[in-house]
Structures are given as structure tokens and as C-alpha cells.
Nanobody, 124 residues
Framework: QVQLVESGEGLVQAGGSMRLSCASS????????IGWFRQAPGKEREYVGAISWSGGVTFYSDSVKGRATITRDNDNDMAYLQMNGLKTEDTGVYYC????WGLGTSRESEYDFWGQGTQVTVSS
């Protein structure tokens, strides 16, 4: 069982940066790929990117590629989403999720555990 808790900037100006954290409690964090997803108001949840269980492979959606960096610290059971050049369309609730021995799929159904999400609002 893995519990995930997201935290980070709530309100950011367009053009600015944010760093979201995903803290895990439970067992075997290093055996899970960590995915980041977001849900904008009135829209379906979408894949932002992911990092494999080893940290050796990362994936990013086209909407954030070049602006986002996902990292993890397996010693401290943490994962991070850094985004620069924020746009108003980056506004939404951001979720981290864990996929057992995963490589970073975009399929939500592959993820075993989800955090509650953290709101990010990018103001113009």
C-alpha cells in the first residue's frame, strides 16, 4: 500500500515556475513509476508525464515538453514536477500516481495509487 500526498505552489503568475512535490508513505516507493496528471476545470484529467521506477526514464506530454522536468528521490520517497514558463492553461488540479514496476505509461488505469491532488492556478 502506498499513500501519496501532493504539495506545492497554489498560485503562480504566467511565465513563472512551480515545483510540485509528491510524498509517499508506505512500502517500496522505489518499485513504483510515478506519473503526474492534471485536470483543468471542466476538462478530463490528462497525462503530464512520468518517471520510471528507477528514475532512468522520463516521459512528457507534448503540452509540457521542454517546460517540465520530473525527478525522484528514492532515498526519501519523494517525486517532483518542476515546470517553467507557466501558462494560464496549466491551471488545474495536479495529481501524482504510482504504478508498480511501471515505466511511465500515460494510461490512468495502470496506476495503482493516487494522491488527492493539489490545486495550481496560473494567473495572467
Amino acid at each position: 500500500q502506498v499513500q501519496l500526498v501532493e504539495s506545492g505552489e497554489g498560485l503562480v503568475q504566467a511565465g513563472g515556475s512551480m515545483r510540485l512535490s509528491c510524498a509517499s508513505s508506505g512500502r517500496s516507493f522505489s518499485n513504483y513509476a510515478i506519473g503526474w496528471f492534471r485536470q483543468a476545470p471542466g476538462k478530463e484529467r490528462e497525462y503530464v508525464g512520468a518517471i520510471s521506477w528507477s528514475g532512468g526514464v522520463t516521459f512528457y506530454s507534448d503540452s509540457v515538453k521542454g517546460r517540465a522536468t520530473i525527478t525522484r528521490d528514492n532515498d526519501n520517497d519523494m517525486a517532483y514536477l518542476q515546470m517553467n514558463g507557466l501558462k494560464t492553461e496549466d491551471t488545474g488540479v495536479y495529481y501524482c500516481a504510482a504504478d508498480w514496476w511501471g515505466l511511465g505509461t500515460s494510461r490512468e488505469s495502470e496506476y495503482d495509487f493516487w494522491g488527492q491532488g493539489t490545486q495550481v492556478t496560473v494567473s495572467s
